[in-house]
């Protein structure tokens, strides 16, 4: 199957601090989606990219689709404490069964106060 | 709108049990996914439907695992007999796919935390 590299797995933050976090796969994705999870619960959609190049932001959150098709990247401005959990990269290969996803591994994001 | 509904939440059996999962997509969502989550890893995708027929189900152990989605709407999820190594996080989740090839309201449930002792 698809292989999605996330990194870095870890990162553990000031409050106040910037994020970056990123994803790359083997091959061509026409879909990008970033996802939060919490403890206990199921993955929370971010943010979802349609086209190469597209920049896309949802409050402090921004994304985007690389022009290569093959990575994205997932920036949080001025962390606080609710930004803690899990992020997961996701995407949709081109000529893949029709909207089966393929996850990366996650980034455990820990912002002190 | 509401949301993908699962149950149980968690459940404990023991090695041989055997073990149903249930999912409720958000209404109008014709594509309806199981994906299997283990600890410290993103989920995996196990079964895909689109209606109540199967798109993908490349991925699960046919010999243990079987889903259904009878109506188009609800679908369960069982293992038969279970082993150790299936405990995980069980998660569905459902989709409007407005055309070929995108993912359009891509949406998890909270997922049923299966423990084999």
């Known amino acids: 199957g698809q292989q999605l590299n996330q990194s870095p797995q870890s990162m553990f933050i000031q409050e106040g601090e910037d994020v970056s976090m990123n994803c790359t796969s083997s091959s061509i994705f026409n879909t990008w989606l970033w996802y939060k999870q919490d403890p206990g619960e199921g993955p929370v959609l971010l943010i979802a990219?349609?086209?190469?190049?597209e920049l896309t932001s949802n409050g402090r959150l921004t994304a985007q689709f690389g022009i290569t098709r093959k990575d994205s990247f997932l920036n949080i401005s001025a962390s606080i404490p609710s930004d803690v959990g899990i992020y997961f990269c996701?995407?949709?290969?081109?000529?893949?069964?029709?909207?089966?996803?393929?996850f990366g591994r996650g980034t455990q994001l820990t912002v002190w106060p | 709108e509401a949301g993908v509904a699962q149950s149980p939440r968690y459940k404990i059996i023991e090695k041989r049990q055997s073990v149903a999962f249930w999912c409720n997509p958000i209404s109008g969502h014709a594509t309806l996914y199981w994906y299997q989550q283990i600890l410290g890893q993103g989920p995996k995708l196990l079964i895909q439907?689109?209606?109540?027929?199967?798109?993908?189900d490349s991925q699960l152990p046919k010999d243990r695992f079987s889903a259904e989605r009878l109506k188009g709407v609800d679908s369960t999820l069982k293992i038969q007999p279970a082993k150790l190594e299936d405990s995980a996080v069980y998660l569905c989740?459902?989709?409007?796919?407005?055309?070929?090839?995108?993912?359009?309201?891509?949406?998890f449930g909270s997922g049923t935390r299966l423990t084999v002792v």
């Open positions: 439907f689109q209606n109540n027929g199967v798109v993908d």
């Open positions: 996701a995407g949709q290969a081109r000529g893949s069964t029709l909207g089966r996803l393929y």
């Open positions: 990219l349609y086209k190469a190049g």
């Open positions: 989740a459902s989709s409007l796919v407005r055309r070929q090839g995108a993912n359009y309201g891509y949406t």
